[in-house]
């Protein structure tokens, strides 16, 4: 059975690849996502000039997901960019992620991106791990100068990549601005910033970086991504795709983002631990739970959450 799904009019042979984030820096990863059985490639967030990221330890896997604090490791934009005719060979969209340190980066970047052939680019609006660089997506006037400026120039259907929402208040605002702007796709949700997790036999901290706050990731923050996806299928735009994102492990999760009114899914933590044979499992996971209801599409379940 094959269940495709579309993401700003790009087609998608199926509705699951991986999030910006894990294991998708270098060439030699990318290619590993290629082979695979992803819908997608996606690149780690780049910046405009290299960066070798936080002091180590920075990732640690937790009983129910991880905790990162990575610092945006990259190879800086211009290498994505020249990678791009390589991982289009692998015949699937490629996905590029910016995540610029200021607004000037941004736009340079995306310029350049304009005259590649991916067909999408994910606009990160959220890390969390910069030190002294607040998450954009939590700062509403920010947020609309960005999205005011990048808009005029680029020629790519561009979607923002959101951290997580919490109130009602915040989340009417953050979507009349993406409806404003007419953006393509948003993404959520991002890691829960800042989080802190506790070794008690070492009696510290289990990664390094800002003494031990990190994204929260994994099974811990399903629920509230879960919830992301669903207020914003409320609140935005009907033209506007929603990719879910966040603790997504097997099938049935998937079936709950969808259900939430995503139209694709993406990998994380599930990936960086099981590796790339977790999109093909989950794939597979996913068709046989849809055949068991007895649906053929994405589209008949997709925002159908029911009312109790
Ligand atoms: C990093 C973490 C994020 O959550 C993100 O969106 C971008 C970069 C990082 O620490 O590398």
Redesign the pocket.
């Known amino acids: 059975m094959s269940l495709p799904t579309k993401i700003a009019n790009v087609d998608f042979e199926h509705c699951i690849f991986n999030a ?2 894990p294991s998708c820096a270098t060439l030699e990863e990318l290619d590993i996502i290629g082979k695979s059985g992803a819908a997608a490639i996606m690149t ?2 780049c910046t405009l000039k290299p960066r070798e ?2 002091p180590e330890p ?1 990732y640690t896997g937790l009983p129910l997901g991880s905790i ?7 190879l800086g934009y211009k290498k994505y960019v020249e990678m791009v005719p390589l991982l289009k060979k692998h015949g699937k969209p490629v996905v590029m ?1 910016v ?1 610029g340190l200021c607004l000037a980066d941004n736009i340079e970047m995306l310029r350049a991106i304009n005259d590649t052939d991916a067909d999408l680019v994910e606009l ?1 609006l ?5 030190v002294g660089k607040p998450q954009i997506g939590y700062d509403f006037e920010q947020t609309d100068e960005v999205l005011t400026k990048v808009m005029k120039l680029v020629r790519k259907p561009l979607g923002v ?1 959101l951290p997580p929402y919490f109130d009602f208040a915040h989340y009417k605002q953050i979507a009349e601005l993406l409806n404003k702007h007419k953006v393509k796709f948003v993404t959520c949700i ?2 829960i ?1 800042n989080a802190l997790y506790i070794d008690p036999d070492k009696e510290a901290p289990v990664i390094k970086p800002k003494g031990g706050f ?2 929260l990731g994994g099974k811990y923050v399903k629920p509230t991504a879960l919830a992301n996806v669903h207020k914003f299928a409320e609140l935005l735009d009907p033209s506007i795709d929603i990719i879910g994102v966040g603790g997504i492990n097997n099938g049935t999760d998937v079936f709950e983002f969808i259900l939430a009114g995503a139209k694709a899914v993406q990998l994380g933590t599930v990936f960086q631990e099981e590796g790339p044979e977790t999109f093909a499992r989950i794939e597979k996971e996913f068709n046989e739970l849809m055949k068991k209801k007895g649906y053929a599409s994405i589209e008949e379940i997709r925002g159908k959450l029911k009312a109790l």
């Open positions: 910006s984030g780690k967030s990221g936080n920075r990162n604090s990575m610092g945006l490791p990259n992620s995540s990160n959220s890390c969390p791990n910069v990549k991002n890691s910033g990190g994204g």
